[in-house]
T-cell receptor, first 112, second 111 residues
Framework: DQQVKQNSPSLSVQEGRISILNCDYTNSMFDYFLWYKKYPAEGPTFLISISSIKDKNEDGRFTVFLNKSAKHLSLHIVPSQPGDSAVYFCAASSTGANNLFFGTGTRLTVIP | DGGITQSPKYLFRKEGQNVTLSCEQNLNHDAMYWYRQDPGQGLRLIYYSQIVNDFQKGDIAEGYSVSREKKESFPLTVTSAQKNPTAFYLC??????????FGQGTRLTVV
């Protein structure tokens, strides 16, 4: 049973526009959420995280929004750049449990 | 220079053979993980370890084994019981409430 879901397998965006990647989760015990970026044949690299005490966290062009009541988070990339083209994974964990659950990923393509 | 190192980068296995993938970290993290990625799919957890000499099965542990004799090392053995081992394997480590750091992965192919 997939506890973290990314329902859009792919997304294409024009350079300079906003990219919005979505993630849903089912476990209400999750209280820490992360986004990773992955290129083919490489390990994922950490982008940004948010704890459940916040509803927004910003780092440069990347902003993560958390809606706890909807069990939904999103990653906004503004402005999108061709170098952002990659697969993006969201992940979630809960306090006291060291396990980290990943979604299936969304492939972002930024068109120059 | 802190990080997590996986070796080898590419590995070929014959039918019926056991192979071991190496994962070493010098980040002083307590928890370590093994994930498997198949084409077009997400990261599926094989095993994880929260402390030395302790580990738990993840979602797809059948056909795999691990050990955690040292904090820095978490090797994964792909046994002959794993019927479809061709995949990209990722090792990670983290502390609670921090991000997980990943190695560069090992691509295992059955020949």
């Amino acid at each position: 049973d997939q506890q973290v879901k990314q329902n859009s397998p792919s997304l294409s965006v024009q350079e300079g526009r906003i990219s919005i990647l979505n993630c849903d989760y089912t476990n209400s015990m999750f209280d820490y959420f992360l986004w990773y970026k992955k290129y083919p044949a490489e390990g994922p690299t950490f982008l940004i995280s948010i704890s459940s005490i916040k509803d927004k966290n910003e780092d440069g062009r990347f902003t993560v929004f958390l809606n706890k009541s909807a069990k939904h988070l999103s990653l906004h990339i503004v402005p999108s750049q061709p170098g952002d083209s990659a697969v993006y994974f969201c992940a979630a964990s809960s306090t006291g449990a060291n396990n980290l659950f990943f979604g299936t990923g969304t492939r972002l393509t930024v068109i120059p | 220079d802190g990080g997590i190192t996986q070796s080898p980068k590419y590995l070929f296995r014959k039918e019926g053979q056991n192979v071991t993938l190496s994962c070493e970290q010098n980040l002083n993290h307590d928890a370590m993980y093994w994930y498997r990625q198949d084409p077009g799919q997400g990261l599926r957890l094989i095993y994880y370890s929260q402390i030395v000499n302790d580990f738990q099965k993840g979602d797809i542990a059948e056909g795999y084994s691990v050990s955690r004799e040292k904090k820095e090392s978490f090797p994964l053995t792909v046994t002959s019981a794993q019927k479809n081992p061709t995949a990209f394997y990722l090792c990670a480590s983290r502390d609670i409430f921090t991000e997980a750091f990943f190695g560069q992965g090992t691509r295992l192919t059955v020949v």
